[in-house]
């Protein structure tokens, strides 16, 4: 199984940078994909960023040209870098991993347990 921690939340004042880390353990072979996702209060949980197995990369529309996706293989972690921040980007964030079996074809998602960005006006 697999394992997804982040962190790199915080507050920060509009026009600030975070930077998001979401380090991944356990059967980390099966990852076929990784997200970055968020939800507001009173909010449904929206798609961020998604990175791909073969390094492609797709950003929502709100966020294109402020954050950038990215992964370190090494250290099996993905980060999201937001530069540029609003009052409307604050949110609990989601990391998600898509798995799938090589054995059985068998897929599988697992989220983390999110981190609070908050950006102050």
């Known amino acids: 199984q697999v394992q997804l921690v982040e962190s790199g939340g915080g507050l920060v004042q509009a026009g600030g940078s975070l930077r998001l880390s979401c380090a991944a353990s356990?059967?980390?072979?099966?990852?076929?994909?990784m997200g970055w996702f968020r939800q507001a209060p009173g909010n449904q949980r929206e798609l961020v960023a998604v990175?791909?197995?073969?390094?492609?990369?797709t950003h929502a529309d709100s966020v294109k040209g402020r954050f950038a996706i990215s992964n370190d293989n090494a250290k099996n972690t993905v980060y999201l870098q937001m530069n540029s921040l609003r009052p409307e980007d604050t949110a609990v964030y989601y990391c998600?991993?898509?798995?799938?079996?090589?054995?059985?074809?068998?897929?599988?998602?697992?989220w983390g347990q999110g981190t609070q960005v908050t950006v102050s006006s």
């Open positions: 356990g059967t980390v072979d099966a990852i076929t994909a």
């Open positions: 998600n991993a898509a798995l799938q079996s090589r054995l059985t074809g068998i897929k599988a998602g697992v």
């Open positions: 990175i791909t197995t073969d390094g492609s990369t």
